[in-house]
C-alpha cells in the first residue's frame, strides 16, 4: 500500500510509528532517511521488472540499450565500438528497423546483425484519431500486455504522451488507471518504442533537427507513475535526448509525477527535464483522499521538493496539474489558498476539467466555476491555462482505451 508508513511532521502519528521517530537525535538524519526511502522505492521497482528484452528466437532487441551497452554488444560480437555510433545514428536518427537499410555497413556485417539482433517496434493493438486530430495507440509488447499512447497536436507541433508502467500502484481516485493494479514496470525498448513507434505513424523521419516537427515533445503522464519506474524512464528519456539521434530537448520532455519525493531530487540532478506535480488539491486532508501518495508525502514536503527542483525559475516554471472536480477542490477559497501554497515558486497550473469514466465517483467542474478559479490564479500572476478535453470521441482520458478493448475481451 503506498500509504503506508506516514512521515507528516506533527500530530497525529500513529502510536506504533511514534517509538521509531521518537530518537531523533541519535537517529538518522533525513537524508539518510531520503536515500533509505529511494533504495526502498528502486528495490520495488525491481520487484516489477519488464521481461528481458529478447526474441523467442534469441536474437535482443537493441532499442533501449545505452550507449555504453550497444558498444558493449558489438565488442562481444567481435565488432570495433564504432560500429555502435553508426548503428545509433540508424536507429534513432534515420528511424530504420532493417538492418539491410543501414547502408553505411557492410553486407556481411549486416546479416551478422539480423542473425543475432532486431530493432523492433511495440505492435500496433489498435489505433484511434479523433476528429480534432488527436491519436491514441494501444500498444502490445511482446509479452502481451499493452499501454496507451497518445499524440496530441497544435499546429505544426504536438506532444506524444507516454506510458511508462502497465497499470499503476497508487490509486488516485478519479483516475481511471488507479483502477487497474500494477502488472509490471516498462523497460526502457518499451517507453522509448512508444514514441518511435508514434514517429512512424506521421512518417518523421530521419528525426528532424529543426521545425516544423509533428512529434516535438513529450509528456510523461501516460499510464504509471515514472518515478516508481525511475531507471527505464531514465535510461528511455537519455536516449531520447541524445543529441545524434532523436535530439529532443529537455526543455521539451515534461515530466509529471503524484509526488514521489524521494525520487524528485534524483530526477532534477540527472535529468532535469521540465516537472509536472499533480497536485489537486490544496489541504492534506483532501489530498490524502484523492491522491493517496499524499499520506505518505504531504503537501509540505512536496512543495519543498519543488522548490529544491534545479532550474525552477522564472523561464523555467513548474506546473501544477489540478483535476477540477465538481464541489470537491474548486472553490475560489481553495484558489487562494492554492496562491498561498506557491508564493515564492516559480509556478504554472494547469487546470484539467476531469474527464469522467464509467463509475468514477466524481464530476466535472462546471465551465463557469473553472473560468472563476481560474480568474482567482491569474489575477495573482499564475499562468493557469484551462486544458480543453482533448479526443473526447476517442476516451482518450488516461487508461480508458485499454480498459474498453479488455472489456471486449479483445485484450
Ligand atoms: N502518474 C503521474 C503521471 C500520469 S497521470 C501523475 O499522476 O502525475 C497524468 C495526469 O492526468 C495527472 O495529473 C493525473 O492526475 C491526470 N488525470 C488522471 N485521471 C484523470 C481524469 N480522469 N481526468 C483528468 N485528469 C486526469
Ligand atoms: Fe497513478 Fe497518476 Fe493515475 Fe495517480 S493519477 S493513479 S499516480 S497514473
Known amino acids: 500500500m503506498p500509504g503506508r508508513g506516514p512521515r507528516r511532521p506533527g500530530p497525529p502519528v500513529s502510536a506504533s510509528l511514534a517509538p521509531a521517530q521518537a530518537p531523533l537525535a541519535a537517529g538518522p538524519s533525513a537524508d539518510d532517511l531520503t536515500a533509505a526511502e529511494r533504495d526502498r522505492i528502486l528495490a520495488k521497482a525491481a520487484i516489477f521488472a519488464p521481461p528481458p528484452a529478447q526474441l523467442a528466437d534469441g536474437r535482443r532487441d537493441l ?45 556481411p556485417m549486416q546479416q551478422k546483425l539480423a542473425e543475432r539482433f532486431v530493432v523492433a517496434r511495440p505492435e500496433v ?47 488516485c481516485r478519479f483516475c481511471h488507471t488507479g483502477t487497474q493494479r500494477l502488472t509490471r514496470n516498462l523497460g526502457a525498448a518499451e517507453i522509448v518504442g512508444q514514441f518511435m513507434a508514434g514517429r512512424d505513424s506521421y512518417g518523421e523521419w530521419p528525426s528532424p533537427k529543426d521545425e516544423p516537427r509533428y512529434l516535438s515533445n513529450i509528456v510523461v503522464m501516460g499510464m504509471g507513475e515514472p518515478l516508481y519506474n525511475y531507471e527505464n524512464t531514465a535510461k528511455a528519456l537519455r536516449i531520447i535526448m541524445d543529441g545524434e539521434g532523436i535530439g529532443l530537448s529537455r526543455r521539451r520532455i515534461t515530466l ?11 530526477c532534477g540532478a540527472e535529468l532535469n527535464v521540465n516537472l509536472a506535480v499533480s497536485l489537486h488539491a490544496v489541504t492534506d486532508e483532501l489530498r490524502d483522499r ?122
Open 63 to 107: 532499442v533501449g540499450l545505452s550507449r555504453d551497452e550497444l558498444i558493449a554488444e558489438m565488442v562481444a560480437i567481435g565488432e570495433k565500438p564504432f560500429r555502435a555510433k553508426q548503428i545509433w545514428h540508424w536507429i534513432y536518427h534515420q528511424g530504420k528497423t532493417d538492418f539491410a537499410e543501414m547502408t553505411t555497413i557492410a553486407k
Open 125 to 171: 493493438a489498435t489505433v484511434q484519431t479523433s476528429t480534432d486530430g488527436t491519436r491514441k495507440w494501444l500498444f502490445k509488447f511482446r509479452d502481451g500486455q499493452q499501454v496507451e499512447t497518445v499524440y496530441i497536436p497544435d499546429d505544426e507541433r504536438g506532444a506524444v504522451c507516454i506510458s511508462t508502467q502497465v497499470g499503476c500502484t497508487l490509486s
Open 256 to 266: 509529471s509525477t503524484s509526488g514521489v519525493v524521494p525520487m524528485m531530487d534524483r
Open 290 to 411: 484523492i491522491v493517496p501518495l499524499n499520506r505518505k508525502y504531504p503537501i509540505k514536503e512536496l512543495l519543498d521538493a519543488c522548490r529544491r527542483y534545479p532550474g525552477a525559475s522564472n523561464a523555467r516554471r513548474i506546473t501544477f496539474e489540478y483535476v477540477m472536480l465538481k464541489d470537491v477542490n474548486d472553490s475560489e477559497a481553495e484558489a487562494r489558498e492554492l496562491i498561498r501554497l506557491l508564493q515564492g515558486l516559480p509556478a504554472k497550473v494547469n487546470l484539467i476539467p476531469f474527464n469522467p469514466w464509467p463509475g468514477a465517483p466524481f464530476e466535472t467542474s462546471t465551465r463557469a466555476q473553472t473560468e472563476r478559479f481560474a480568474d482567482v490564479l491569474n489575477a495573482a500572476g499564475y499562468s493557469s491555462p484551462i486544458r480543453r478535453p482533448r479526443g473526447r470521441d476517442i476516451m482518450a482520458a488516461c487508461g480508458q482505451l485499454k480498459a474498453e478493448m479488455e472489456k471486449g475481451g479483445e485484450g
